[in-house]
């Protein structure tokens, strides 16, 4: 937000709003936040998209067997309905398996 209280429009929170619009076309709220050059989507407990404009990215819900770190899932904004499917099958994982949506 500036100083005005307005949402600042910047090329992240351009991409995070696209993929929010997409994926409530498809029946899954999201609610889009930013500040500091980045700005997220948040879908369910443990699903938060995340764009810095060039790209999306979120966990997988997997962690790496070697290094025990979280595995993320990364797509170029302008890979939009990639980004959707992946999004649309963590989305399904996380109601399979109890997950909490936002909305």
């Known amino acids: 937000m500036n100083a005005q209280g307005a949402l600042v429009t910047t090329p992240a929170v351009r ?3 696209r993929l929010c619009d997409e994926l409530a076309g498809r029946g899954v709220q999201g609610d889009v936040h930013g500040g500091y050059g980045l700005a997220l989507v948040l879908l369910w407990a443990d699903l938060v998209v995340w764009t810095d404009g060039a790209v999306y990215r979120w966990w997988t819900g997997r962690t790496s067997p070697k290094t025990g770190r979280r595995l993320y899932m990364v797509y170029g904004v302008h890979d939009l309905a990639v980004t959707v ?3 649309m099958l963590r989305c399904a994982d996380l109601y399979e398996s109890g997950g909490v949506p936002v909305r």
């Open 85 to 87: 499917r992946g999004v």
């Open 15 to 17: 991409a995070a709003w």
